[in-house]
């Protein structure tokens, strides 16, 4: 909605428009998203680093993959079913 604001014209008040900031997570997963589709990764790579990563362990693997900062880094949330 815009809003009035006294300003220096000959009326008084002049409109003007405000936004709305987009929610810092959706802003940081488009940024990523962007990344990621230039990289390319499939999930056999993600899910292969994260192995590496981890040292192997499965638990340390579900952790990995199911993170906050892996959903931030590539701009999708993964599901593990099973």
Same mark, same amino acid.
Do not use: C, H, W, Y
């Given at each position: 909605? +815009?809003?009035?604001?006294?300003?220096?014209?000959?009326? @008084?008040?002049?409109?003007?428009?405000?936004?709305?900031?987009?929610?810092?997570?959706?802003?940081?997963?488009?940024? +990523?998203? $962007?990344? #990621?589709?230039? #990289?390319?990764?499939?999930?056999?790579? $993600?899910?292969?680093?994260?192995?590496?990563?981890? @040292?192997?362990?499965?638990? @340390?693997?579900?952790?990995?993959?199911?993170?906050?900062?892996?959903?931030?880094?590539? @701009?999708?949330?993964?599901? $593990? $079913?099973?």
């Amino acid at each position: 909605m +815009a809003k009035r604001t006294a300003g220096k014209t000959k009326g @008084g008040t002049v409109r003007r428009q405000g936004r709305r900031v987009m929610p810092a997570l959706r802003r940081t997963a488009k940024r +990523a998203r $962007v990344a #990621a589709q230039k #990289a390319q990764l499939t999930v056999g790579e $993600v899910i292969a680093a994260a192995f590496d990563t981890a @040292g192997g362990e499965m638990n @340390g693997v579900l952790e990995l993959v199911t993170s906050p900062q892996m959903t931030r880094a590539l @701009g999708r949330r993964i599901v $593990v $079913v099973g």
